[in-house]
């Protein structure tokens, strides 16, 4: 885990923390469930869930999870979109990407948006509990996941974790390189391939094809 400079659009010149991918713990479904077990009992659980759920169904960085405007989400008939485009502002590359939504994410996001009506539809999609807060940033969303999965019992975990998860769980399905570095938002195949997390499981399903 090292410390760098980050300035963007989004916040302006801070500190923080990058978790390399090849650190960054994949989950099991088991893990997944404990986290989940354990957001449910404490206070902003459904938003909780969600964070978390965004992370593991749309393999979105930190920072652009943070940078999510509710309209960014949820059209004028407030609607979940089907498609959320980030633009250049809100991506690590600073080069914009669409997002798919997909059915189990749009019924995480449906589920959470029941709770939050605002009234402007610019202000962040996940709030923050702090008194004065324009919602989360990269910084804070990252300390959030990480004592997150800390007290949930989940060693290694951080906020990378989801979105590794996310391109691991899609290349043990068969999904080619190419789609994953698109849906990633990587430039370069190398950096897709090394957030894949080789396991047992794609080893038995590998051999089987022989």
Same mark, same amino acid.
């Given at each position: 885990m090292k410390l760098r400079k980050h300035t963007n659009d989004i916040q302006n010149t801070t500190y923080e923390v990058e978790i390399m991918s090849k650190?960054? @713990?994949t989950l099991? %479904? &088991?893990e997944l469930r404990r986290v989940?077990?354990?957001t449910a009992t404490r206070k902003h659980s459904t938003r909780n869930r969600c964070l978390v759920m965004t992370t593991f169904l749309s393999g979105m960085r930190v920072g652009e999870v943070a940078s999510l405007r509710y309209k960014d989400v949820v059209d004028a008939d407030g609607n979940i979109r089907g498609e959320i485009r980030l633009t250049a502002e809100q991506t690590k590359?600073? &080069? +914009?990407?669409?997002?798919?939504v997909n059915e189990k994410l749009r019924k995480e996001l449906e589920q959470y948006v029941r709770f939050i009506k605002p009234l402007n539809h610019n202000v962040r999609f996940f709030y923050s509990q702090k008194a004065v807060s324009d919602g989360f940033t990269a910084n804070t969303l990252t300390q959030f996941f990480h004592y997150l999965y800390k007290r949930a019992g989940v060693d290694g975990a951080s906020s990378h974790s989801g979105r590794r998860t996310f391109?691991?769980?899609? %290349?043990? @399905? +068969?999904?080619g390189v190419r789609v994953l570095m698109s849906l990633a938002g990587h430039r370069n195949i190398s950096t897709t391939q090394a957030y894949i997390d080789v396991n047992d499981d794609m080893k038995r399903k590998a051999v089987e094809l022989v």
């Open positions: 650190q960054a @713990k099991t %479904a &088991e989940l077990d354990y590359g600073n &080069e +914009g990407r669409v997002v798919f391109i691991t769980n899609l %290349a043990s @399905k +068969g999904v």
